[in-house]
């Protein structure tokens, strides 16, 4: 796990991106993009995805989670990103 990462901050992300952002529809369901970051959640809606094209943040139920990315500078980039969206008024 990464310090750096505010689940909360993630929750209002996730929900700016899917009130927001422009819809998919695929053979998995609905997801979500905005500003670089796509947004999904599993069918029961207790674990949420966020994802750019280096990083991954998955929030399970009860505020645990999983970041998975390639290096350092692709989570500073999806953090920059989480930022950005956090702090546009839509």
Do not use: C, P
Request: cysteine-free; overall charge negative; proline content about 0%.
């Amino acid at each position: 796990m990464d310090s750096r990462i505010d689940i909360k901050q993630a929750l209002r992300v996730y929900n700016k991106v899917i009130t927001h952002g422009t819809k998919h529809t695929g053979d998995l369901g609905h997801d979500y993009t905005l500003a670089g970051l796509t947004a999904w959640s599993d069918a029961d809606g207790y674990t949420l995805m966020l994802e750019d094209k280096d990083a991954k943040l998955t929030v399970y139920f009860h505020n645990k989670y999983n970041v998975d990315f390639h290096n350092n500078f692709a989570l500073d980039q999806f953090l920059e990103h989480m930022d950005k969206i956090d702090k546009t008024d839509f």
